[in-house]
């Protein structure tokens, strides 16, 4: 990704010139030399594969025997335990590596923009810096339970997985500061124009004796942090044996910080649903009562029906939106097709979905066909839909069966809190950002095009939204 980064494949054996720098090392493969991060590596002295298995080759072409390289690399006996040594020694180290990055960012920039009132409101260093600070706290208390669990003698037998399980319910925290990183990359990106803010960033940098890496890089790493977590575990898990004491913790551990992962990955993906949704109701007429916000976060299915109503069993032909906990109801315009105008809206937290069978229906006194009812136990309210064909009213009946999944779910990860729409479209690439930074003595800390691999995998593509847009061209 830069000039001075080497790239490199699995499999290939780097021989490393120098690892002052914990994070980037420089090293060689062939005629080739460059920066490359130290955690997509192992030292051939850590690994339990023969020397064969990765041939080192030389200029001419040759495989080089392995008796050079076991030189080259000091290759000496090496055990599991010996490997869940080093796997747990870099936890620990990287652990406390993190927390004094993250206390250089709240004593080296934070303590001294607060002095700066003239320069940021409180609400610009809310957008900077997130949630930072708490993150900083949490992480204090994390790492201290780590050192308790290492055992400094023998670190093999350290039991750390106990450790994350205790704590993966606060890294959940993680998911706010990920959410508003867009919005600090493009409040940074307004400041650096103006050199004062350029001066004052580099002068705390200076004053902290933080590496030379501009204030986005530095806010980066919780980023890449949360991601890691669940690869160092994968590889303690790896050199853990079934007999080990910490193997069953370790291996949930494992689960708990993906979960954790997902849980921050679905999250982001429901703050962008946010803001589609408020720019949905903008553009809907004569709205009334609370915005479809204060109560649901997700659109869960949307189509025709044909909405049967006492007295007389009148029917209508309606527009619905079926939201978590409410169905919103609308009327198209009946000259402009896509204008929709607002009518009414059912709590589906109080309704039951009845299956209706082809024919007249009792309570209506009105024949009908591909119908269903939604009925309200508390009140007796019920109401009587009919789909165009019978494919469509299954796709209802699974739909108001995915909300409630949807709502039992949310309840359950603590996403059931009302949402609100954010100060910048979610939805920009602003990775391109991010990768219009360079620094030319040392990159940060992992390469951003992998960040965004690891924090956010790629997901199908829902034709809801395109669906709505057909319906309701959204208006400035």
Known sequence: MDDQELGFKAGDVIEVMDATNKEWWWGRILDSEGWFPA???????????PMEDYPLKVEGGKDDDSSSGTRRFGMGQTSKDQMRTNVINEIISTERDYIKHLKDICEGYIKQCRKRADMFTEEQLKTIFGNIEDIYRCQKKFVKALEKKFNKDHPHLSEVGSCFLEYQTEFQIYSEYCNNHPNACMELSRLTKVNKYVYFFEACRLL????????????LTPVQKICKYPLQLAELLKYTNPQHRDFKDVEAALNAMKNVARLINERKRRLENIDKIAQWQSSI???EGEDVLVRSSELIYSGELTKISHPQAKSQQ?????FDHQLVCCKKDLLRRDILYYKSRINMDDMEILDVEDGKDKDFNTSVKNAFKLHCQDTEEVHLFCAKKPEQK???????????RQVQLDQETGMERPMQPTQHPVTRPYYDFLMRQKHPTLPTTLPQQQVFMLAEPKRKPSNFWQNISRLTPFRK
């Open 39 to 49: 955690s997509f590596v192992r030292l051939r002295v850590n690994q339990d594969e």
């Open 208 to 219: 902290q004796k933080m590496i030379d890496i501009s204030l986005d890089g530095f806010l």
């Open 285 to 287: 007429e004569d709205w």
């Open 318 to 322: 309606r527009m619905f939106f079926l």
């Open 394 to 404: 299954q796709r209802w009946l699974k739909a108001f069966e995915s909300e409630r």
